[in-house]
Each structure stands twice: as C-alpha cells, then as structure tokens.
C-alpha cells in the first residue's frame, strides 16, 4: 500500500468512555465485519476482558474507508486502528501502541467529562507528538452536555469547542464523518522505502494453534513473507512462517512495506522471545540501529501465591508455565512459607495484573489459591555499602541498614471542586507530596502528587472513591525512587516469626499494623494447651503484645462464632488429618486461620 493512503490511529479513552462501542461501529461501516458476524466487543477477545469491561491486549484492525463528504469525498484510505490497554499497570504497553500511530482519538464521555484516564493517556499521546482529535461521545444519553464538555476539552488542548466532534458510538451518528476526519486530519506515516527493514513490536499473544502473533508497525524499509527475521534487542533469528494483515481475523498477505500495520508468525512458543517494544529487521541486510523506546518488563508488584490445598503445587507450576507463554511481564520463583507450605513468589506489573492473574488461575485451572498481602520493591543499602534487591519483606535485613528506598508514583487524581479538601487529606495521609493543582473548569480539579507506590497498592482508589462518593478518578505512572523511613514488623506466635505476616512498613505505621494483625490473629489462631503470646516486633524491639490464653477443653468454643454446623464442618475438616494444621514453632495453627487473616488485611 501507498504510505500516502494510511493512517495509523487509536481511540485513547477513560474506562467506560465507550472505546470497544465505538471501534465495533468502525467495524461495521468500514464493512470489514459481516453485519450478521458482528458482536458487542469484537476486539476484546478475552473472557476476562469481557465480563471485566476492560482492554488488556491491544490489537490492530486494517479498515478500507472512502470519504464520504466534504471536499476530498471519493478519496480513498486504508486505516490501521490499534487497539491501546487501557489500565495504569500497562502504560508501558499502551506507550508502545501510541508510538505506532500518527494520530489519537480522544474520545470522551459526554455525560462525565474528562477523567484521570483521558488525562495521563494524552499526556502519553503528546509525548509521541500524535496529533488528536477530541470526540465527545454518547451524544445520544439525555444527560449529555457536550457544549460544557467541548469548552473543557478546547480548554485542555487548545483549539475551539467547535472542533470537538460528537458521535454516538451507540446509535452510529457521527462515526462516518470521525472517519472522514481521522483521513483528513492524522498525517501519513512517514519512512524509507530503501533503507534496511525496521519495525516495532507493539503487541505479542501466544495462541495454542499458532504459537506467538507478533503486532508491528513497519517504519522503515520492507518485510517479506520469506524472510529470515532477527529481533534486535536479543540478536535472535527466526524463520518467517507467515505474514499478514488483520481484517478483522488474520489475512496473510506477501510482505508488509513503510507504515503498514500488521501481524508476523515465526513458531516461537513465548512471548518472552517477540517483546513488546523490540525492533524486527531483516536477518540478511540488518538495520544498525533499533528504534527508540524498548524497555524490558519489569514487576514492580509481588505477592506470594499458596495452592489452598498443598497437593496442588505441581498443578500452580504448569498453570504459571503456561500463563507465561502469553505474559512477558509476569515473574514467579519457588517459595516455602512455614504458615501456607509450598507456593511461589510472583512478580506482577501492578495491582490489575495480579488480579487477573489470580482470577485465570483459579477460573482456567482450577485452582484454590491464598496470596500473601503485595508489597514493592525495595532498594537496600547496608552500611558496608552493598546493596540488596528485597522482593519479599521476609527477606528484609535486620540490622545494619544504612538507607532503603522506595519506588514512587506520579498520580493525577481529578476530582469535583467538593472532594478537594477529602483528596487531599488522603494523600497526605499516604505521605504523597503536591506537585500542582489546576482547575479544569469552575468546578472539576487536577491534583497531581508523588506518592509512594506501597501505598497505592493498599486500598487506595477504594478509600479515593469513598471519600469523594465515586466522583473522583485516578491514573498514575512510575516515577521513580525515594528514600523513606521504612521497618520491618515480623509478627512472633510463641516466639516465633510467622513470614507471611512480615511487612515493610513506614515507622510511624508501624504500631498500627502490629496491633492490627496481632489482634487479628488473636481471634483467629484456637487457644492451646499452653498461652501464646502474639508479639509484633522491629528487630528485637516488640512494639505490640496480644495472648491467646490456655485452654483444655473445646479447642473451637471460642475461635469460630455460634454457628454450630459450621463447627461441625470444622471439626470434621481438622479430621481429615493433620496436613491443614500448620506447627509454628508449638503452636499449632489451622491453615484457615492464616488465610482468614490474610484474606481481610
Ligand atoms: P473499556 O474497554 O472498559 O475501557 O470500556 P470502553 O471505553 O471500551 O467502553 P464500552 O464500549 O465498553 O462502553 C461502556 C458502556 O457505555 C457500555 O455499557 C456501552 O453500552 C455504553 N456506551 C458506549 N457508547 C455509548 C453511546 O454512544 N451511547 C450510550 N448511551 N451508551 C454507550
């Protein structure tokens, strides 16, 4: 194709905005879908992704579309819309799709406004210097107020309201003059036809039929479907088996050229091998620079992952094996906890990836799981000098520590004028720092702070959506490292560390997290032949103290309510044998215990 004739785009939207809505009613006027095969979503593949609402993988649609009215009508195109996630925890992913575009669809609710999301994904659209259409969408709801919104949107961009287009994604207005746009407006890709081949991987998906798909935009020179390819971050190099487009399933084509948008197959098993960011040249007459911007993965979330049941363990390992084929980003390690037995310690690119991780792991395998509470990554400087990586606050060192840092965030929260005061106190409470404020309109507010990442991670936007009775939104991306006063707490049964309950937590928390799982576990653990003493402790330093008292008779009177068939259920449970009780130390524990614990901290 003419690199004159393409553009390369994506709808950058908040969640909920109406995305998939609007791209599936691309699909239908630009007729690559067949009426009758369309269904809600078709980009969105995944279960998960559907009954969650949410994009995790992006994709490519080449789209054929004639003007249809105005001055250039009869003018014919081909469109590439790629597909962003459209989540915090992947804005590496989403940078990498945005780099392969010359054009954004802002694409706005009009019945909501701008929200922290369409916020942080501009931001990341300036930054790839693509140019933007500002859309309202959902015209059709009674409660839009799309001159309101188009003043803010002129506002934020620049431009007139006039400018902004509005759509209904749901009843189709609009759409085919959006379309109109994006070929008048969004610049041909630009690239060198002659030069050595170069093309950026901007999505990776392991399928079982065909091993990994490999997305790339091609910048400059050609591939063709014959080719010996070579990524260059590795230096690997791997036969072509097929090349193609995706319209909207895949359509093998002879070879992709300058700004085509399409997909490449080689047999390769893992995504691990085809990274999102990497550039593809040609094995035969390699490019000598790759593109910008390539990144390696890197978790910046870990929790501890236990089979519920211990027999499962072998079963865990195969489904992280298999997981991983389609997940470049996830990390896991082979851990034994005294409390939860055999399991592994994960690393995730945030809070979401670990939720989803969790959930196909028990709804596609089948698994029972109980994860320890996620923590960050730590930086340790000891005195000597050296320096530890610590994922795992069990493995924090005891003594002689000189400085830990910390990773940081960068969040924008937007919230109405009202909630300032309740934002604010917040994240002052989570040790953020202002950075700025900026008022969107006379009554919606940018606040825009540094926070620690450990506290974002602990229930954070819930208590962000209380307090402000849902209204507010919240984006944020990493922004490095800082130094922070930070302890760790062990909590001590009878003396001894129970390691799931190890955390790394600023000082002035410390108390409250000691007495918080001391007394936790005090209702929980059953009394025993003997009093335990449920300690928490800094070093040697205990900074909290609750007793399980001495008991001879019913070891369960007093642990588990009145319901006395659940009781029964109990006992017959410890009946199975003694492999649900676990021993710390003496004291003999049921499992159910710990993850009751874990399960509400
Ligand atoms: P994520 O992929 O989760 O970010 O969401 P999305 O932005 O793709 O939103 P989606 O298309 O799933 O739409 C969200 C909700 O808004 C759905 O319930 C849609 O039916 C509804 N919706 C989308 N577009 C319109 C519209 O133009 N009008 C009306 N009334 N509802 C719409």
Redo the contacts with the bound molecule.
């Keep these: 194709t003419d690199p004159a004739r393409i553009r390369n785009f994506c709808i950058i939207?908040?969640?909920?905005?109406?995305?998939?809505?609007?791209?599936?009613r691309m699909l239908q006027l630009t007729e690559v879908v067949d009426p009758r095969q369309m269904r809600?979503?078709y980009l969105?593949r995944m279960d998960i992704?559907r009954e969650?609402?949410?994009?995790i993988k992006s994709q490519a649609v080449r789209m054929p579309w004639t003007i249809r009215a105005g001055e250039r009508a009869g003018e014919q195109a081909v469109l590439n819309m790629i597909d962003t996630p459209?989540h915090v925890d992947f804005t590496y992913e989403v940078s990498r799709s945005l780099a392969a575009c010359e054009g954004a669809v802002l694409?706005v609710?009009a019945a909501q406004g701008i929200e922290a999301q369409t916020l942080a994904n501009l931001y990341l659209a300036l930054e790839n210097d693509l140019h933007i259409i500002p859309v309202l969408?959902?015209?059709?709801?009674p409660a839009a107020q799309p001159e309101k919104y188009a003043e803010e949107l002129a506002h934020l961009i620049g431009g007139q309201p006039e400018d902004c287009l509005r759509?209904?994604?749901?009843?189709g207005e609009g759409v085919a003059h959006l379309l109109d746009e994006i070929v008048r407006q969004f610049t041909p890709p630009v690239g060198e036809a002659d030069a050595p081949a170069r093309a950026m991987i901007f999505d990776s998906v392991y399928d079982i039929y065909r091993g990994v798909v490999t997305y790339v935009r091609v910048i400059d020179g050609k591939i063709e479907a014959r080719d010996r390819i070579k990524m260059m971050s590795t230096g690997a190099a791997h036969e072509l088996l097929e090349i193609g487009v995706i319209s909207p399933e895949m359509v093998k084509s002879p070879g992709l050229g300058v700004g085509e948008v399409g997909y490449l197959i080689t047999g390769v098993k893992d995504v691990r091998q085809s990274r999102v960011g990497d550039t593809i040249t040609i094995n035969g007459r390699p490019a000598t620079e790759a593109l910008g911007g390539y990144k390696d993965p890197k978790p910046m979330v870990y929790s501890g992952l236990y089979p519920i049941d211990g027999s499962d363990y072998p079963a865990l390992r195969d489904a992280l094996d298999k997981l991983k084929l389609n997940d470049a980003a996830l990390t896991y390690e082979p851990e034994t906890s005294a409390a939860l037995g055999f399991g592994f310690r994960c690393g995730f690119l945030g809070l979401l990836h670990l939720e989803i991780i969790g959930e196909r792991l028990e709804r596609e395998f089948g698994l029972d799981l109980i994860s320890t509470a996620p923590n960050v990554v730590y930086r340790v400087i000891m005195d000597d000098g050296s320096e530890i990586t610590v994922t795992n606050p069990s493995e924090f060192p005891a003594g002689k520590v000189a400085e830990v840092y910390e990773p940081v965030v960068r969040a924008t929260v937007l919230t109405p004028n009202d909630y300032v005061g309740a934002v604010m106190e917040l994240c002052q409470g989570r040790r953020g720092s202002l950075l700025g404020m900026d008022y969107l309109s006379t009554d919606r507010v940018e606040l825009r702070y540094t926070l620690p990442l450990a506290e974002i991670i602990f229930d954070f936007f819930d208590q962000l959506k209380s307090r402000t009775k849902g209204y507010a939104s919240l984006d944020y991306e990493p922004s490095g490292e800082q130094k922070a006063d930070l302890v760790k707490v062990d909590i001590l049964l009878h003396g001894e560390p129970v390691d799931a309950f190890s955390a790394i937590v600023h000082k002035d928390k410390a108390y409250n997290y000691g007495v918080n799982i001391a007394s936790k576990l005090q209702k929980l653990i059953p009394r025993q032949q003997f009093e335990v003493p449920i300690q928490a402790a800094i070093g040697s330093r205990v900074i909290a103290r609750e007793t399980i008292r001495a008991i001879r008779k019913d070891v369960l009177a007093k642990c588990y309510g009145g319901d006395i068939t659940r009781k029964r259920k109990l006992l017959e449970k410890q009946k199975e044998g003694k492999k649900r009780m676990k021993m710390v130390g003496r004291v003999e524990v049921p499992q159910e215990a710990f993850i009751a614990a874990l399960s509400t901290s």
Excluded: F
Aim: no cysteine; hydrophobic share 30%; net charge negative.
């Design positions: 939207a908040h969640i909920d905005h109406g995305k998939s809505t609007l791209a599936d809600a979503q969105d992704e969650r609402g949410i994009t459209g694409l609710d969408n959902k015209i059709d709801l759509v209904s994604g749901k009843t």
